[in-house]
C-alpha cells in the first residue's frame, strides 16, 4: 500500500515540477491554483444550488422520488467525468514505463498512477453536483447522510466506470481498432451503461422498483433513511473498490499504436504564415484525444436528433445548443500538444511566442469545420433552426478564445494525466466567469460576446508571452 502512495506522490510531483518550470512559480503556488479553480468551481456549482429549494413538508413518497433523481443525475456525471479524464489522458507516460521496470507489482504501478487523476475526478465531480448534494436534504435528510450517500455513489461509480471502460478499449485494440475509436467507443459504453441503469428512475413519474439494493444510486438513495441501506451502500463501495483495483491490475497491456496520418496527403501550403497554422491544425487533429473529443461531440448532437424526434422537449434543443461548446473546447490541449517545439519558431522569426496566432486560428478553424458538419445534421432534423445559428455564433466564440487561455495557463502533457483535468476544469471557469461578467457589463449580447472574445484572446497571447522567458527542452 505505501507503495502505492509513493507512486501517486510521484506522479504528483513531476506534474507540478513540469507546470512550475513552464511558468517560473514554485510548485506550492501551483497546488494553491489547482485548489483554488476546484474552490471556485465548487462556489459556481453551490450559487446555482442556492436556488434548488429543500422541501421539508414533502411526503415520504415525493421525498424518495426526489432523491432517486438527484442520485441518478450523480451516477450521469459522476460517470461522465471518469469518461472524460480517461479519454483524455495519455495511454502511457515515461514514469509508468520506467515504474514497470522496477520491483514493484503491476498492481501498484497501475493503480498508483491512477490515483490523482481519479482523485481530481473524483473531486470536480463533487463541486458539480452541489445541487443534487441540495436535492438530497428535501424531507428533512440530514445533511452528514447527504453528504456521505453522494460521496460513497460517486466513489462507487469511479470505481465501476473506469476498470470497464479501460477492459473496453483493450478489447477494441485487440481487435486492432485505431486508438481514437477504441476511446471514443469504450466512452459511449460506459456512459450507455450508466445511462440504461438510471433511465428508468429519470422518466417514470414513480419508483419503478422496490429491489433498492440492485443498483448504487437506489442503495444510496435508501440510506438516506436507513441505517441497513447505509451498512449495504458501505459494501458496495468497499466492493467495487477491491474488485476495480483488481481488474486494472490485472488488465494486459495495450499495444503501441501506429501514429496518426490524417491529411498527409494534402499538399503544404507555401506561405509562411498558412505553413505555421498548417503545422498546428496537423499535430491538433492527429491527437486521439482531439479526435475523440470531437466524435463524442458529433454523437451527442446525433443523440439529440433522436431525443427530439421522440419527445419534442424544448429542453433537448438547449442541451444540444450547449454540445457545440464541446467543438470549441476541445482545442485546450493544443498548446500542451507543441509545447516542447515552441522555441523553433520563435529562434527562427525572433519573435516572443510566434506560436501564439497560428494556433488560435488552427483550433478556430478545426473546430468550425466539425461544429458545421454537426450543424448541418441538426438543421436537416429540425432538432435548431438556422435562426439560432447567430445565438450559437455569440456562445462559441467565447469558448475558443476561453479554451486558448486555459490551454495556456495548464498546457495539456503527454506525461501527466493531471494535467488534463485542470484544463478542462479550468476552461469551464474561465468562459463561465468571463461570459457572466461580460453579460453583466455590457447589455447586447453581441457586443458581449465580442468583448469576451477579445480579452480572452488578449490574456491567452500575454500568457503565451510568459511562456516564452523560460527556455523549454523537448
Given at each position: ?16 515540477r513540469?507546470?512550475?518550470g ?11 491554483i489547482?485548489?483554488?479553480l ?8 453551490a ?18 422520488r ?57 473531486l ?53 481498432l485505431?486508438l481514437?475509436h ?31 439494493w ?16 447505509a ?36 499538399p ?12 498546428e ?15 463524442f461531440a ?13 419527445t ?28 516542447p ?12 511566442a510566434a ?17 458545421l458538419?454537426?450543424?448541418a ?12 445559428s ?20 495548464v498546457p ?5 494525466p ?48 510568459r511562456?516564452t522567458?523560460?527556455?523549454?527542452h523537448?
Amino acid at each position: 500500500m505505501r507503495q502505492m502512495w509513493v507512486m501517486a506522490g510521484t506522479v504528483n510531483l513531476a506534474w507540478r515540477r513540469e507546470l512550475a518550470g513552464t511558468f517560473g512559480i514554485s510548485q506550492r503556488a501551483v497546488t494553491v491554483i489547482g485548489l483554488a479553480l476546484l474552490g471556485l468551481l465548487g462556489a459556481v456549482s453551490a450559487f446555482i444550488s442556492g436556488v434548488i429549494p429543500a422541501f421539508d413538508e414533502i411526503s415520504p413518497a415525493a421525498a424518495r422520488r426526489v432523491h432517486l433523481v438527484a442520485l441518478a443525475s450523480v451516477t450521469l456525471v459522476a460517470a461522465a467525468s471518469a469518461v472524460m479524464f480517461q479519454v483524455l489522458a495519455p495511454r502511457r507516460t515515461s514514469l509508468t514505463v520506467i515504474a514497470q521496470l522496477l520491483p514493484v507489482s503491476r498492481f501498484v504501478t497501475r493503480v498508483g498512477a491512477q490515483l490523482p487523476m481519479v482523485a481530481l475526478s473524483v473531486l470536480t465531480t463533487l463541486a458539480m453536483t452541489s445541487p443534487s448534494l441540495k436535492m438530497t436534504l428535501t424531507g428533512g435528510t440530514h445533511l452528514l447522510a447527504g453528504l456521505a450517500a453522494v460521496g460513497a455513489l460517486v466513489v462507487t461509480v469511479h470505481a465501476v466506470a473506469i476498470p470497464l471502460f479501460n477492459t473496453a478499449v483493450w478489447a477494441l485494440r485487440r481487435a486492432r481498432l485505431p486508438l481514437h475509436h477504441g476511446l471514443g467507443i469504450a466512452g459511449a459504453v460506459v456512459l450507455a451503461g450508466a445511462f440504461a441503469a438510471v433511465w428508468h428512475d429519470l422518466a417514470a413519474p414513480a419508483p419503478t422498483s422496490n429491489v433498492w439494493w440492485v443498483l448504487p444510486h437506489r442503495t444510496a438513495a435508501e440510506a438516506l433513511s436507513s441505517l441497513p441501506a447505509a451498512a449495504v451502500l458501505a459494501v458496495w463501495t468497499v466492493m467495487a473498490l477491491g474488485a476495480g483495483a483488481w481488474a486494472m491490475s490485472v488488465l494486459p497491456e495495450e499495444r503501441v499504436d501506429r501514429p496518426s496520418r490524417l491529411l498527409a496527403r494534402l499538399p503544404w501550403p507555401s506561405g509562411q504564415a498558412a505553413a505555421r497554422v498548417w503545422y498546428e491544425l496537423l499535430v491538433l487533429v492527429r491527437a486521439p484525444q482531439y479526435a475523440v473529443a470531437i466524435l463524442f461531440a458529433f454523437v451527442g448532437v446525433v443523440a439529440a436528433t433522436v431525443l427530439y424526434g421522440a419527445t419534442g422537449t424544448e429542453v433537448v434543443r438547449l442541451a444540444a445548443s450547449g454540445l457545440f461548446l464541446v467543438f470549441f473546447f476541445a482545442g485546450m490541449q493544443s498548446v500542451g500538444l507543441t509545447l516542447p517545439s515552441h522555441w523553433i519558431g520563435e529562434v527562427l522569426l525572433a519573435r516572443p511566442a510566434a506560436w501564439a496566432w497560428p494556433k488560435a486560428l488552427a483550433c478556430l478553424l478545426a473546430a468550425t469545420v466539425a461544429a458545421l458538419a454537426a450543424l448541418a445534421v441538426a438543421f436537416t432534423t429540425g432538432l435548431l433552426v438556422p435562426a439560432t445559428s447567430v445565438s450559437l455564433l455569440l456562445l462559441v466564440l467565447p469558448a475558443w478564445a476561453a479554451a486558448m487561455l486555459a490551454g495556456a495557463l495548464v498546457p495539456y502533457s503527454h506525461e501527466q494525466p493531471l494535467s488534463v483535468g485542470l484544463t478542462a476544469v479550468t476552461t469551464t471557469i474561465v468562459y463561465a466567469a468571463a461570459t457572466w461578467a461580460a453579460g453583466e457589463v455590457v447589455p447586447s449580447a453581441w457586443l458581449s460576446a465580442l468583448v469576451t472574445t477579445a480579452v480572452l484572446l488578449a490574456a491567452y497571447v500575454g500568457v503565451a508571452r510568459r511562456m516564452t522567458k523560460r527556455p523549454r527542452h523537448g
